[in-house]
């Protein structure tokens, strides 16, 4: 028995010149903040940006971008909407918002489906807002996405820091490219992070600080891109290049 | 045309064998279409004849046989089994829309018939796959 969905994903990717997975062990720290406040920098930077949001059973990030009332286009699969410039791709637009409560197995083949019958086209950067821990999904996208990076976050405490070494330790034993650590919600200058993962060889990107205006400005794209979380997230990504 | 998508895999997976197994001639390639998925197979088979002229023209369409599979829902919580024809008349449209494109939407949308939990497994007849590819070397 074979499942040809596998066959397919690898020539559904194709054309995307990078796939940046965005996680962190613990929940609550921000990565879907992050992940959509990072699509839309790409995107405002003239990137072809795609966001796929692979947190199935919390999907939040339509509700940080205020995105709502579209809906794939069926041709020869699915095409997502674009919105501010991002091709946007969840599950919520087949649950709605109801909940979806799902195994282990029923993750990995929403993941397959979706890789299988979405169309991207020409992307530069496909950005994917992964649950927090290292189960299935994480497990699912290293096996089926090769070229792919994971962009860590964590915030300043030592258990976030400390689940998240976890996970760049298994990252780094499957040699799975890490681009770095991403340090959210800081109050302070402190070495706590780098002291923590020092012994792991990953550069830390940068840091953003607490920024109280971020859930004011949630679901509004305009107010979004004013706030300093998202300055400081073009700054380290845009800036240093 | 979302069946467009799955059709187009499963010519990928063939050509993918013909290579790996150095197949001269495919004879027959068994496609289940599982229930759950709400496959239109009018557009299916259009969509594999389509796409395997221009992947494979040198597979014949008649090798390729669809047989449907009706679907099993197994509540993991009071161990009943339902089909899910016996859900869909019930269904609004949109929500039945829904679990073509994602068979596991039928966990937002269904429940187990006798207890009511959402809480099951798909034990058969979810989407597309293939049963077996048979050729000569």
Known sequence: MIDPRLHIIGKRLENIKKIIAVSGGKGGIGKSTVASVLALCMAKNGYRTGLLDLDLSGPSTHIILGIEGVYPEEDKGLIPPEIDGIKYMSIIYFAGNNPSPLRGRDISNIIIELLTITIWGQLDVLILDMPPGISDSILDVIRLIKKMEFLVVTIPSKVAIGVMTKELKILTELSIPVMGVLENMRKKESPLLSDMIDDLSIPILGAIDLDRAIEGATGNVDKLTETAFFKQLNDIFFKKQ | ?137
């Open chain 2, 1 to 137: 045309m979302h069946e467009w998508a799955l059709a187009e895999s499963v010519i990928c997976t063939i050509s993918d064998e013909i290579v790996k197994n150095k197949l001269n001639r495919i004879s027959r390639v068994i496609v289940k279409i599982g229930e759950l998925q709400q496959i239109d197979l009018d557009i299916f088979r259009f969509a594999l004849d389509t796409v395997l002229a221009s992947y494979e023209p040198t597979v014949e369409k008649g090798s390729i046989i669809l047989e449907t599979e009706l679907s099993t829902l197994k509540c993991n919580v009071c161990e009943n089994e339902w089909a899910f024809g016996e859900n869909i008349k019930n269904m609004p449209g949109d929500e039945v829309e829904a679990i073509h494109f994602i068979p596991e939407i039928a966990h937002t949308y269904m429940r187990c018939p006798a207890c009511g939990s959402p809480d099951f497994k798909i034990k058969k007849g979810r989407g597309v796959w293939i049963e077996s590819i048979e050729g000569e070397i």
